[in-house]
């Protein structure tokens, strides 16, 4: 299985501090996805890092894959309440006629304390 | 364009009736996936469609569960009967971005 497991599974910190959530998973991949998951609500994809990238930013997240450790981090820099979600990694797989489809973590449930 | 669009958001059913859920795509993309979410077993595929055409079933769990694609812009999720441990959230989702807001169903 290709399943990415995070880690660790919950985390909680004081708002303003960075928050790092870590993603190992177990065979090649061709790119490797972080989403967000606010409680009741559906999954909002936030970065892909591709298998030939090492490091990723969009905004306050900064992701980084290690391909040789099968490892990928996601860092968020000056955390706020509202990144107070649950982050899945998940990772790719090649079906069947090319098409795509993603094998996910179990998740951090991240909770930022004001 | 208002997102993937699912309904209902939620459904409560007793056990051995008939559920069908809804997904009405963003257009314009080609893979189609539903996804089903417990606290036990976290996120599972359950099946993809790409071009409307089923491709990958076998993370659908049982016969009781069957999905079709009839056209672009509808896809439906069927399980019957339905049994207590089907009760999940179960979310569509276009390509590997574009989630829908899930639907939450509950089988008593």
């Known amino acids: 299985s290709q399943q990415g497991e995070e880690d660790p599974q919950a985390l909680s910190i004081q708002e303003g501090e960075n928050a790092t959530m870590n993603c190992s998973y177990k065979?090649?991949?061709?790119?490797l996805q972080w989403y967000r998951q606010n409680s009741g609500r559906g999954l909002v994809h936030l970065i892909l890092?591709?298998?030939?990238?090492r490091e990723k930013h969009s905004g306050r997240l900064r992701v980084t894959l290690d391909t040789s450790k099968k490892s990928s981090s996601l860092l968020i820099t000056a955390s706020r309440a509202a990144d107070t979600a649950s982050y899945f990694c998940?990772?790719?797989?090649?079906?069947?006629?090319?098409?795509?489809?993603?094998?996910f973590g179990q998740g951090t449930r991240l909770t930022i304390n004001p | 364009d208002a997102g993937v669009i699912q309904s209902p958001r939620h459904e409560v059913t007793e056990m051995g009736q008939e559920v069908t859920l809804r997904c009405k795509p963003i257009?314009?993309?080609?893979?189609l996936f539903w996804y089903r979410q417990t606290m036990m077993r976290g996120l599972e595929l359950l099946i993809y469609?790409?071009?409307?055409?089923?491709?990958?079933d076998s993370g659908m769990p049982e016969d009781r569960f069957s999905a079709k694609m009839p056209n672009a812009s509808f896809s439906t999720l069927k399980i019957q009967p339905s049994e207590p441990r089907d009760s999940a959230v179960y979310f569509c989702?276009?390509?590997?971005?574009?989630f829908g807001p899930g639907t939450r169903l509950t089988v008593l």
């Open positions: 998940a990772t790719d797989a090649r079906g069947i006629q090319g098409a795509q489809k993603l094998v």
């Open positions: 065979t090649s991949i061709n790119n």
């Open positions: 890092i591709r298998s030939n990238e």
């Open positions: 257009s314009g993309h080609n893979s």
């Open positions: 469609f790409n071009n409307n055409v089923p491709i990958d």
């Open positions: 989702a276009v390509d590997e971005q574009f």
